[in-house]
């Protein structure tokens, strides 16, 4: 140990020995973790083992650097110094001995839990706290409470005492304290900021835009890998800030009936709250139809060439809706990537307060039509991580051997922060696609049209714009600036891009495109826009949705009917007549029995959530508790104007459904799990 300190600081040598501690502890209960559970019948595989191992030992890390932080911090204070200080030297040995007592406490808890519910600890765990004595009970008479006590005891007392033995060889002498005191100013700021960027780099545990998550965990087809790789301190401290959002059973029954006639259930069930609908079609003897989802980064349909926009940003998607299905008052539930992602693979809007659903461990498994396509190879593509928002656990947990590219899988250069731009994602795309032997379904995540609106070199002959070249005032027309209007036209001269290529492949013409944006931008839209979409601050959910393909479409056609991001999967089913079950708020566009009654739900986050019904004419908004309700008329002089008063049936009948959506959502987020063939935890692989 003197040797170690020769030149490295105590404070370092300190650290590194409880870090060390931590880290061998919790490896060596990791290795207890698969001897207990690992299921002999269905063993994991040397691979997915030591994969498993590698990564648990990297949220090992963030968890105990995470625990050690306050002593790189404090610990260069002189009272406080670990090894140089009396107090410094008790205050830590206390903190970190109580540390080793909480780890151990999760670390039981987990296993007694995993045991019981085939679950890592998470925040839903604090229920059995409701009710204590009879938790306790049951843990008295289920497990050996005596002789667990006595064992966790002297294990206790032996992890203390080992490192506290280590800490103590450490030497003390004021040798190594006069040498860096004799250190110039530079070479101790050198030795700080090498020791910053440890510690941020042990923290990050990973070399990416983002840091290692729990999502990270779900790389492979056996779940249990994932069991085995997860750290039960990060897990539990991830769920503890989704605890908070749940459901109310009596509420949900109460707006039961209303769902019913909403949704159409063919079999309601009260008890049993039964939301499932069955769509089947026969199975065509031809080649199955491919289909391709394009999300449009913030592509508002203000913006577009659609909208009558003087600018023309964008003549080659307006060329694709001419010659498809262009829905043109389509609407997402709300502004955000990340949400309108798990809007549209879970037929739920994303109502979680803290965060995002995607970043909810609780309830990350969901049934998704997208599996109904069981012969059909699944892609996801994105220019950037898919660390982002944990958006790589949504896919882990709900599609089956899902192909994932992302940031590494590419050879086209990383241009910004969201990666690759999207012309060289469409090329990559189409290069994965065309080669293709079996059906498929993907998805395109574009990312591009985001500050700092990068235009790559290589842009297939993309003109820029100057201010000479605009016809008026860009802020008019709903462009901030000319870098953001440049960014928007790259994004349809990408498009336009793909379409050429595509057209050039085998697969194109037995494949349905379907093209909306993820969601708009809530600013200023131009005089082209009518008054109410900025007045009600719906420029920022309406976009434009296009249904494209040659084998299906025969003749284009433009629809009015009001339509929401729910929709697009149960339609895509129709028109590809693929047989699903539909067990969330989704409804087919293509089904005229539901056109009296067509809605779109909105919800504004905030500190206190506004939700919103939305149809053709009318627009009622509330706080999610029912408080400040308004009910807007669109079109009229003032669409800001309450208008509840006047039309009391109409507000009656929307609170009705708006309040019975809130209270279902809530319910089937919590409750739409995947079939038994739509493995959770599942695998994705990346490339």
Do not use: C
């Amino acid at each position: 140990m003197k040797l170690l300190t020769h030149k490295v600081p105590r404070l370092h040598i300190y650290v590194i020995t409880a870090l060390t501690v931590f880290i061998v502890i919790q490896s060596i209960l990791r290795f207890v973790f698969l001897l207990k559970f690992n299921n002999p019948a269905d063993p994991l595989t040397t691979d997915d083992m030591l994969r498993a191992f590698y990564l648990g030992m990297k949220f090992d890390l963030q968890a105990s650097l995470g625990t050690l932080l306050p002593v790189i911090l404090l610990g260069w204070i002189k009272p406080l110094h670990p090894v140089y200080s009396k107090l410094g030297r008790r205050l830590w040995n206390s903190y970190i001995s109580f540390a080793f007592i909480i780890m151990y406490l999760v670390y039981i808890t987990d296993a007694g839990h995993y045991a019981y519910l085939q679950q890592r600890i998470n925040a839903t765990a604090l229920r059995f706290l409701e009710n204590p004595l009879i938790s306790a009970t049951m843990v008295w008479e289920t497990y050996p409470v005596v002789i667990g006590s006595f064992i966790f005891i002297l294990t206790v007392a032996a992890t203390i005492y080992l490192f506290l033995k280590l800490s103590s060889k450490i030497d003390t002498s004021d040798t190594l304290r006069l040498y860096w005191k004799q250190k110039r100013w530079y070479k101790k700021t050198v030795l700080v900021i090498f020791t910053v960027i440890i510690v941020f780099s042990g923290l990050m545990a990973k070399i990416s835009w983002y840091p290692l998550r729990w999502s990270d965990a779900f790389f492979s087809t056996h779940s249990f890998s994932s069991q085995l790789a997860s750290n039960p301190v990060i897990y539990f401290s991830n769920t503890l800030k989704n605890i908070v959002e749940s459901y109310d059973l009596d509420a949900t029954r109460q707006a039961y009936p209303t769902m019913v006639d909403y949704l159409q259930i063919a079999k309601p069930d009260i008890n049993k709250l039964n939301y499932s609908r069955q769509s089947t079609f026969e199975k065509s003897e031809s080649r199955q139809t491919n289909i391709i989802v394009v999300f449009l980064e913030s592509f508002a349909s203000y913006k577009t060439s659609l909208s009558g926009n003087p600018l023309n940003p964008t003549p080659n998607f307006a060329r694709i809706a001419g010659d498809g299905y262009y829905f043109k008052n389509f609407f997402t539930p709300s502004t955000g990537t990340a949400r309108s992602v798990w809007t549209f693979v879970t037929g739920l809007p994303d109502i979680e307060k803290n965060k995002t659903s995607t970043r909810n461990p609780l309830i990350v498994d969901q049934h998704t039509i997208i599996n109904a396509y069981k012969d059909h190879k699944k892609f996801y593509f994105l220019g950037g991580s898919a660390s982002w928002a944990n958006i790589r656990g949504l896919l882990a947990s709900n599609l089956p051997d899902l192909k994932l590219y992302e940031e590494g899988s590419y050879d086209s250069k990383v241009i910004d922060v969201w990666g690759i731009s999207d012309l060289s994602l469409f090329r990559e795309a189409n290069a994965v696609l065309k080669n293709s032997t079996q059906p498929f379904f993907a998805v395109i995540q574009t990312s591009g049209n985001h500050r700092p609106y990068t235009i790559p070199d290589d842009n297939e002959g993309f003109k820029i714009l100057t201010k000479e070249d605009l016809p008026g005032n860009m802020k008019n027309y709903g462009f901030a600036s000319l870098e953001e209007l440049n960014s928007f036209r790259f994004m349809d001269h990408s498009v336009g891009h793909f379409m050429e290529l595509a057209s050039k492949e085998a697969y194109f013409d037995n494949t349905l495109f379907v093209f909306f944006g993820d969601h708009g931008i809530h600013a200023p839209t131009g005089k082209h826009i009518p008054k109410y979409e900025t007045q009600l601050n719906l420029q920022g959910l309406r976009v434009p949705l296009v249904f494209y393909g040659k084998s299906l479409i025969t003749e284009a056609k433009v629809f009015n009917k009001i339509a929401g991001e729910v929709d697009i999967l149960p339609s895509i089913a129709a028109l590809t007549k693929t047989s699903n079950k539909n067990t969330t708020l989704g409804r087919n566009l293509f089904d005229t029995s539901f056109d009296d009654e067509r809605y779109a739900f909105t919800i504004e986050h905030g500190s206190n959530r506004t939700i919103g019904l939305l149809s053709d004419e009318y627009y009622l908004q509330m706080h999610a508790d029912g408080s400040n309700k308004i009910l807007h008329q669109l079109h009229s002089k003032n669409p800001r104007n309450d208008v509840s008063a006047k039309h009391e049936g109409i507000t009656r009948k929307f609170t009705n459904i708006l309040k019975s959506m809130w209270v279902t959502i809530k319910y089937m987020r919590e409750n739409n799990k995947p079939d038994n063939d739509e493995q959770p935890s599942s695998t994705i692989t990346q490339n």
